[in-house]
């Protein structure tokens, strides 16, 4: 009898060190892809919000070439964008094969109402001669002016 | 006993396993899903804001003139300022924010309601001898905005600033009455305008004028007893100097299109004429006209000649007159729709 109860306690004794193995081994798994699945999904969250606003920004975009001028005794162009959105843009101009500012990793920044002038680009056209002006931002937006020399 | 105990542990862990769930449910998932919808919501606000933006900004309309300060009619204007004339035209507050002479830029700050014209302080030019200036407006929601009365000219040999358009603009501004518009030149009514009836919003004509010169512009409201007054006084009239040595066609294009229309009528009623007297002789009637019988006698083919020699030089006579910019008072379209009329009734009566 005493031993038949002695087993009996021992058994309890392993039933609950097992339940308490299980939970802990549930915890442990079960805080892990907790930990995975919050980790994951707020970097998906921040990425989708920061996508959804780069678009917004993108859409945003609001700029156009206010004013050209030549002046043709020095064969000078110059180009004023005026960025009438809400977001700050940066912009490079294209006059034939002509791109301004040159360099690759270069643009003219322009804080958001603020109109800038461009750096002055030679430029030997004839008079009458049709120009069309492309400025196009970081960000993939266009905007065109057509210009005669006068 | 042993039923018991298994069940309880699968139960726990059930439980467990459900709890972590609902939490990753609660606190990862729905705030994610959160988090993307008010992404979702700022991009759908942002995009409507847009919209109207857009929408505001094509609905943008300006009408304005660039001219020289001119403080007393008596005197020379200043050469050196130029006033602009800016009218809100659209349904929407215009805000300036720039205005471009050439290259020289003169930020403003000027709010215009709808149907509101102000005129802005003048602003510095630097003159230069024969000289192009083009001036513009810009306003706040991006749009660009040229002077009505197009490119202005500089040049000292011609008294200072002149426009290649030769145009006289006579703006009335919002004032009741009828009014009447007379541009004389030399004596002779160039250009003329009669309001309907009582005028409730500004009257702005533009008269072409085709030869540099001064005209007299006399501007004068119907008043119902003493008839038409000068609302200049005490001028009877405005001497305008319209210096320029390049000639206008926006008036010629005009007249060219009602030339040409009734030149093809008159071309049309011909045709239509001839059919009719050739089936009628052919049926061995008689035609009426003596010069006409005449010609057909002589040789049928005579007769649809002679109309094609006289479209050929009523074309030829219109193509002179646009291009010598004649007076354009006289009015050739007149006299070939009254011929093509005539035409007609000559087919009308042969029918019969």
């Known amino acids: 009898m005493k031993e038949r109860e002695r087993l009996q306690e021992r058994r309890a004794f392993s039933t609950v060190l097992s339940v308490l193995i299980i939970s802990a081994v549930v915890l442990a798994v079960g805080g892990g892809i907790w930990a995975f699945s919050q980790s994951a999904m707020t970097i998906s969250s921040e990425d989708y919000a920061e996508s959804v606003i780069n678009m917004t920004d993108t859409i945003s975009e609001r700029f156009i070439v206010e004013q050209v001028f030549y002046y043709p005794d020095t064969n000078i162009l110059r180009i004023w964008i005026f960025n009438y959105g809400t977001v700050d843009i940066e912009v490079k101009v294209q006059v034939k094969d002509i791109i301004c500012p040159s360099a690759e990793d270069e643009w003219i920044e322009i804080p958001s109402k603020d109109m800038k002038p461009f750096p002055t680009i030679n430029l030997d056209a004839s008079s009458r001669e049709e120009l069309n002006i492309k400025a196009y931002t970081k960000r993939g937006n266009n905007a065109y002016y057509k210009f005669f020399v006068p | ?352």
């Open chain 2, 1 to 352: 006993m042993r039923t018991t105990s298994s069940s309880f542990r699968r139960g726990t862990s059930t439980v467990m396993g459900t709890l972590i769930f609902v939490g990753i449910i609660f606190t990862a998932f729905i705030p994610m899903l959160f988090v993307m919808r008010q992404a979702d919501t700022l991009h759908e606000i942002r995009k409507h804001e847009l919209g109207i933006l857009d929408q505001e900004r094509a609905r943008e309309e300006i009408n304005f003139y660039a001219y020289p300060l001119e403080e007393n009619p008596d005197e020379t204007p200043d050469q050196d300022e130029l006033i602009l004339s800016i009218k809100n035209e659209g349904s929407v507050p215009i805000k300036i924010v720039n205005v471009w002479i050439n290259d020289e830029e003169h930020p403003q700050e000027v709010n215009i309601k709808s149907m509101e014209t102000i005129i802005l302080d003048s602003l510095p030019v630097i003159l230069q001898d024969l000289t192009s200036y083009t001036v513009k407006v810009v306003t706040e929601k991006g749009n660009v905005f040229s002077s009505e009365a197009g490119i202005l000219y500089y040049s000292s040999s011609v008294d200072g600033w002149y426009t290649p358009s030769l145009g006289i603009c006579v703006h009335i501004d919002n004032f009741k009455g009828r009014y009447q518009i007379t541009i004389i030149k030399e004596a002779i009514i160039v250009g003329y305008y009669l309001s309907d009836h009582d005028e409730h919003v500004d009257i702005e004509e533009i008269f072409w004028v085709d030869l540099p010169g001064t005209y007299f512009v006399t501007i004068e409201k119907l008043d119902p007893v003493l008839g038409w007054v000068s609302v200049i006084p005490p001028y009877d009239a405005y001497s305008c100097l319209v210096a320029s040595f390049k000639a206008n066609h926006g008036r010629v294009r005009k007249w060219d299109i009602r030339m040409r229309l009734s030149l093809l009528f008159f071309a049309f009623c011909s045709a239509l004429d001839e059919l009719v007297t050739f089936r009628i002789l052919s049926l061995g009637g008689v035609e009426l006209n003596p010069r006409v019988a005449w010609l057909i006698s002589i040789n049928p083919l005579l007769y649809p000649l002679a109309d094609i020699a006289v479209i050929a030089i009523a074309y030829v006579v219109d193509r002179l007159l646009s291009k010598s910019l004649v007076d354009s008072l006289v009015g050739t379209w007149l006299i070939w729709t009254t011929t093509g009329i005539a035409r007609l009734l000559c087919v009308a009566l042969s029918l019969a």
